[in-house]
């Protein structure tokens, strides 16, 4: 499916724009500390004249099919299920439907890009999302020559990506800036390859920083409002001093062009990652061996969190550095290495930036009071977790609005969970059950209710009504949502009882 049509086929969304990333070109006036002295133009002409030669127009001929999982996303079930009646048996009809789709045969795509110089050697920045599944590479320069380039390294988790061209003689390049000191209001250029047509230059401001688009683990974007489109994707923004503050990546828009929400990544947080993929071709981050969910006010209020902030611990991996360091599920990790844990995104980020091999001290809430815990770094890579268990004689109970059922090896295929995951099946959440607010969905697996585990649905049952009897602290429910650990917590004086 074309960039394009993406674009198209998600009204409202986050478009990411086949762009690319940026790095201040390095002539020989800026690498030698002179400025481009733009107090002195009426406009940004001497700026744009040095920075220019540096940014490149990319083309990428891909092989691709349907994307599945986009069509599955546009086949789902009613919008909001948690606050709707869903029969499971509904519920597994579409499971199978939605796994059913086959793909197309593959066609030829391509692909329109930006990306700058950042090494005189021939080094291209660009995002990953332009060269992802490449098949052939083109670098066009100012000059409208065209080198072939190779695929250096990539790095989806940033969606960003490193080109090389082979060549004889040193390339234009520009040079990193340091995107902690820019402020809201701060202008900023952005130069691209707008639609094809290659060396287009757009002026704005700052307009907002730290944004999270969902676009990845590692959120923390410019958000800028210099006019960026379809093929500006991989190139750069830059301050008044020529220098590289961010790689231009995704647009907000509802037509598919600029409405003057764009997003760049922060030339402090692309400078490292494209550092690696030049030193070894890929990036190397800290693990911790948790899965962890943001602490709503039901959940601190529940475990009596101060502040109510942190990073909740809903999953350990076993044998991880986590667990090595005493880390449990239920905790609350406030500060890691000496920072303050304000949102669940900080946590992931700082981790990924440690060493492997670091230890650190971790601050954790755990049951009413706050320990202080060392942890040794892991590398992170691809794991899976496997286990063994046992099911029960299949019967339903009704509590609460909510219709519970025996997680049976069936179910427990279908909805793609290890054996060791145990407790009732979601079946249904009837519109005037307390916990239809709370996101609790049709099959979802509750794996404990206030801390304490459950095996069979009227074991839950009971526990349902021994925890709606004290309501002074609410109900607190463990949840396993397809393979993944996460809280949702139901109160009394937050939901206006």
């Not at 789902?76 to 029969?87: E, L």
């Not at 995002?127 to 409208?144: F, G, P, S």
């Not at 890579?381 to 219709?403: D, H, K, N």
Request: glycine share 12%; charged share 20%.
């Amino acid at each position: 499916m074309g960039l394009l049509d993406r674009c198209l086929r998600l009204p409202l969304a986050m478009l990411v724009l086949a762009m690319g990333l940026s790095e201040t070109v390095t002539t020989p006036a800026l690498a030698a500390g002179g400025s481009s002295a733009p107090g002195q133009s009426l406009g940004f002409a001497l700026v744009v004249k040095k920075v220019l030669p540096a940014v490149v127009s990319i083309t990428v001929l891909t092989k691709v099919v349907p994307d599945e999982h986009q069509r599955r996303d546009e086949a789902a079930a009613p919008s909001n299920p948690a606050t709707t009646v869903i029969p499971f048996e509904e519920f597994l009809r579409k499971f199978f439907e939605d796994q059913g789709i086959t793909s197309a045969p593959a066609a030829r795509q391509s692909v329109l890009g930006s990306g700058f110089f950042t090494d005189p050697r021939g080094f291209v920045v660009t995002n990953n999302h332009v060269v992802a599944d490449a098949e052939k590479v083109t670098v066009i320069l100012q000059d409208d020559s065209k080198h072939p380039a190779a695929v250096v390294g990539r790095d989806p988790k940033t969606d960003l990506a490193l080109l090389k061209i082979e060549t004889q003689e040193a390339v234009p390049y520009v040079v990193w800036g340091d995107s902690d000191t820019t402020q809201v209001g701060d202008w900023v250029i952005a130069v691209g390859n707008a639609f094809g047509l290659g060396g287009t230059v757009s002026a704005g401001i700052v307009s907002a920083r730290g944004r999270d688009i969902h676009a990845g683990p590692y959120d923390d974007f410019l958000q800028i409002d210099a006019p960026i489109n379809r093929g500006d994707s991989g190139g750069p923004s830059f301050n008044l001093e020529g220098e590289v503050i961010g790689v231009n990546t995704a647009i907000y828009s509802p037509s598919g062009g600029s409405v003057g929400v764009g997003f760049a990544i922060p030339s402090n947080r692309a400078r490292p990652v494209i550092e690696q993929l030049m030193a070894r071709g890929k990036v190397s981050r800290g693990w911790l061996g948790v899965r962890t969910q943001e602490v709503t006010p039901a959940i601190a209020h529940y475990l009596g969190l101060p502040g109510g902030h942190g990073a909740l611990v809903g999953e350990v991996a076993k044998d991880g550095p986590a667990e090595k360091a005493g880390i449990r599920q239920g905790d609350v990790i406030q500060a890691f290495a000496g920072e303050e844990i304000a949102k669940l995104r900080d946590l992931t980020r700082i981790i990924a930036d440690m060493p492997a091999g670091q230890t650190v001290k971790v601050k954790i809430w755990r049951r009413d009071h706050e320990i202080t815990l060392d942890v040794t770094v892991a590398e992170q890579s691809e794991r899976t977790e496997a286990g063994t268990g046992e099911s029960a004689a299949e019967q339903r109970v009704s509590i609460l609005g909510v219709v519970l059922g025996v997680l049976t090896p069936e179910l427990r295929r279908l909805l793609g969970l290890a054996a060791s995951v145990s407790g009732v099946v979601v079946m249904q959440v009837q519109g005037g059950s307390p916990f239809a607010t709370v996101d609790l969905q049709p099959g979802d697996v509750v794996v404990a209710i206030n801390e304490e585990p459950v095996s069979a649905p009227q074991d839950a049952a009971t526990r349902l009504e021994a925890a709606r009897s004290k309501p002074e602290r609410g109900i607190l429910l463990q949840l396993n949502r397809q393979g993944t650990n996460l809280y949702v917590a139901w109160s009394q004086r937050e939901n206006g009882g």
